[in-house]
């Protein structure tokens, strides 16, 4: 019978209800001529691009191929060759939010602001006493918008010249009476998310104050992190609140905000302690459009894929656990998606032919019932063997493990040295024979996923090996409760591809 390995991360509040969670690998449906209607693919590994100033990074834009950097204190910019240059100071530590209005970079630090002409390449402070401050900020047809920090109001600088503000160019966002915690700019109208409400507004040509509300256009959902916002599949996504709770990801469907969290992503999301330094990025690859999102208290992070509307976690492994994934912001640079790091200078390119985070270890995981739902009649089953459909014969050659392992040693020392060094395994301080006799680990649990028995370890191929078969064979009985739960996981840095499981199981009469 086949097992059902494919779908999606979904652990609710009893693991015995449901535990079927993935790290690091997310579906793709195969819509026609497939082996199977979907398969399971690793996510993309980190490939390290540059480390620029001291980092965190804060924050990226792309102007007509230039990457501006916020890493802590510092904005670069990095050309295409990859030719980085300071372009000055900046305030703050935490996420910053930039923007463009084709001759100046807006950089909102909150509260302070910061202007870089790209035809003159001055770089300046926001000195005009009118200015209030600024938490996130967009641009719309000629002003760049942005909101107040602590207040319900949206304010507009003068066209095209960030650095001069009107005293009387704002309004408030009064439809509630909630203070006004970020903006979005998309589809030319701006969008103002309250903590308990969403208005839109659009440009008027009003000379007094450009901005007006669309009619109609407000939603009784607000949003609990300012930087959960983002823009992706031609709509808007964000992390929820209103008056009767927090914790919801809502995409915008027209006006209205409509929810693409699942109950257990929402279960996860309320057990942690802080949910408004949640922040989010979006990016695409393959056809597959992400929205991130993060939650840094947490340390954790979940992504949902638009294209099939399934969620998985991504993570960073560290002394063995699973940690929030090391990228805290995304731009695109030289047609490739890339991600700063949350924790030291490093820009790191998103590659799916990469299956390591720049030198360490990226496990990925699977779990996910034995039995078929409805299919468990609460009898004991005897598990004769399992057998996984994936790709095999995909262990590193010896030249591109020494490559490979050489290139994490390097890495290794440069984060050793570097003024925040990144703990976790290193591959070239780990084992010999990683990735050249790649293994998968299963386990399983009796219990719902309460307990779990020890790892077994079965080769998924030496390069070249592409008939070898995954197989765990004598598997034993189901105890008491009569219900399994199996996990397969790996660290080798290979291509991971799992089409589907197949499980010999006969029942009992006990």
């Given at each position: 019978?086949?097992?059902?390995i494919?779908?999606?991360?979904?652990?609710?509040?009893?693991?015995?209800?449901?535990?079927?969670?993935?790290?690091?690998?997310?579906?793709?449906?195969?819509?026609?001529?497939?082996?199977?209607?979907?398969?399971?693919?690793?996510?993309?590994?980190?490939?390290l691009?540059?480390?620029?100033?001291?980092?965190?990074?804060?924050?990226?834009?792309?102007?007509t191929?230039?990457?501006y950097?916020?890493?802590?204190?510092?904005?670069?910019?990095?050309?295409?060759?990859?030719?980085?240059?300071?372009?000055?100071?900046?305030?703050?530590?935490?996420?910053?939010?930039m923007?463009?209005?084709?001759?100046?970079?807006?950089?909102?630090?909150?509260?302070d602001?910061?202007?870089?002409?790209?035809?003159?390449?001055?770089f300046?402070?926001?000195?005009?006493?009118?200015?209030?401050?600024?938490?996130?900020?967009?641009?719309?047809?000629?002003?760049?918008?942005?909101?107040?920090?602590?207040?319900?109001?949206?304010?507009?600088?003068?066209?095209?010249?960030?650095?001069?503000?009107?005293?009387?160019?704002?309004?408030?966002?009064?439809?509630?009476?909630?203070?006004?915690?970020?903006?979005?700019?998309?589809?030319?109208?701006?969008?103002?998310?309250?903590?308990?409400?969403?208005?839109?507004?659009?440009?008027?040509?009003?000379?007094?104050?450009?901005?007006?509300?669309?009619?109609?256009a407000?939603?009784?959902?607000?949003?609990?992190?300012?930087?959960?916002?983002?823009?992706?599949?031609?709509?808007?996504?964000?992390?929820?609140?209103?008056?009767?709770?927090?914790?919801?990801?809502?995409?915008?469907?027209?006006?209205?905000?409509?929810?693409?969290?699942?109950?257990?992503?929402?279960?996860?999301?309320?057990?942690?302690?802080?949910?408004?330094?949640?922040?989010?990025?979006t990016?695409?690859?393959?056809?597959?459009?992400?929205?991130?999102?993060?939650?840094?208290?947490?340390?954790?992070?979940?992504?949902?894929?638009?294209?099939?509307?399934?969620?998985?976690?991504?993570?960073s492994?560290?002394?063995?656990?699973?940690?929030?994934?090391?990228?805290?912001?995304?731009?695109?640079?030289?047609?490739?998606?890339?991600?700063?790091?949350?924790?030291?200078?490093?820009?790191?390119?998103?590659?799916?032919?990469?299956?390591?985070?720049?030198?360490?270890?990226?496990?990925?995981?699977?779990?996910?019932?034995?039995?078929?739902?409805?299919?468990?009649?609460?009898?004991?089953?005897?598990?004769?063997?399992?057998?996984?459909?994936?790709?095999?014969?995909?262990?590193?050659?010896?030249?591109?493990?020494?490559?490979?392992?050489?290139?994490?040693?390097?890495?290794?020392?440069?984060?050793?040295?570097?003024?925040?060094?990144?703990?976790?395994?290193?591959?070239?301080t780990v084992?010999?024979?990683?990735?050249?006799?790649?293994?998968?680990?299963?386990r399983?649990?009796?219990?719902?996923?309460?307990?779990?028995?020890?790892?077994?370890w079965?080769?998924?191929?030496?390069i070249?090996?592409?008939?070898?078969?995954v197989?765990?064979?004598?598997?034993?009985?189901t105890?008491?409760?009569?219900d399994?739960?199996?996990?397969?996981?790996?660290?080798?840095?290979?291509?991971?591809?799992?089409?589907?499981?197949?499980?010999?199981?006969?029942p009992?009469?006990?």
């Amino acid at each position: 019978m086949k097992t059902p390995i494919l779908g999606s991360s979904y652990v609710v509040r009893s693991p015995n209800a449901a535990d079927a969670r993935m790290v690091n690998l997310y579906p793709e449906v195969i819509p026609e001529g497939g082996k199977e209607p979907a398969y399971l693919q690793r996510c993309p590994g980190l490939e390290l691009l540059a480390s620029i100033g001291t980092g965190p990074i804060r924050g990226m834009w792309n102007h007509t191929g230039t990457i501006y950097i916020a890493s802590g204190t510092e904005l670069y910019k990095m050309t295409p060759d990859l030719s980085i240059t300071k372009l000055g100071d900046i305030t703050g530590t935490g996420p910053v939010s930039m923007t463009d209005n084709g001759f100046q970079l807006f950089v909102a630090c909150n509260p302070d602001g910061f202007i870089y002409n790209f035809t003159t390449n001055v770089f300046q402070k926001i000195t005009d006493p009118d200015f209030p401050g600024a938490v996130t900020v967009g641009y719309l047809d000629g002003y760049f918008v942005f909101n107040e920090p602590n207040s319900q109001r949206i304010w507009v600088t003068q066209l095209l010249d960030g650095l001069s503000v009107d005293p009387l160019d704002f309004a408030s966002a009064e439809g509630s009476p909630d203070g006004l915690v970020s903006i979005i700019v998309d589809h030319r109208e701006a969008w103002l998310f309250g903590t308990n409400s969403v208005e839109v507004w659009y440009n008027s040509g009003n000379p007094d104050f450009p901005l007006e509300r669309i009619q109609g256009a407000y939603n009784e959902i607000g949003c609990v992190a300012p930087y959960s916002v983002a823009k992706l599949d031609n709509s808007v996504f964000w992390l929820g609140s209103d008056a009767r709770g927090q914790g919801i990801v809502y995409r915008a469907q027209g006006y209205q905000g409509v929810r693409v969290s699942t109950h257990a992503v929402e279960f996860a999301i309320q057990q942690y302690d802080n949910m408004s330094d949640a922040l989010a990025y979006t990016y695409q690859q393959d056809g597959h459009a992400f929205y991130v999102l993060i939650f840094p208290s947490a340390q954790t992070t979940w992504v949902y894929d638009a294209a099939t509307g399934s969620w998985h976690e991504r993570a960073s492994l560290v002394n063995g656990e699973f940690r929030r994934h090391r990228s805290n912001c995304q731009a695109v640079f030289n047609g490739v998606p890339i991600v700063g790091d949350f924790e030291n200078a490093n820009i790191y390119q998103f590659q799916l032919d990469v299956y390591w985070d720049a030198g360490e270890v990226q496990k990925f995981l699977r779990r996910w019932r034995a039995l078929p739902t409805g299919q468990n009649n609460l009898t004991r089953t005897i598990h004769h063997q399992l057998q996984l459909d994936c790709q095999t014969g995909v262990g590193l050659s010896t030249e591109d493990f020494v490559l490979a392992t050489s290139t994490a040693l390097e890495l290794w020392t440069e984060q050793a040295i570097s003024p925040n060094p990144t703990p976790g395994p290193i591959y070239a301080t780990v084992g010999e024979n990683i990735g050249l006799n790649p293994q998968v680990m299963l386990r399983w649990s009796d219990d719902g996923g309460h307990t779990w028995s020890a790892e077994y370890w079965r080769p998924l191929g030496q390069i070249g090996q592409t008939q070898t078969r995954v197989i765990w064979r004598r598997l034993g009985a189901t105890m008491k409760s009569r219900d399994r739960v199996y996990e397969v996981s790996g660290t080798d840095p290979v291509i991971i591809a799992i089409m589907g499981a197949e499980l010999e199981v006969s029942p009992t009469t006990a």
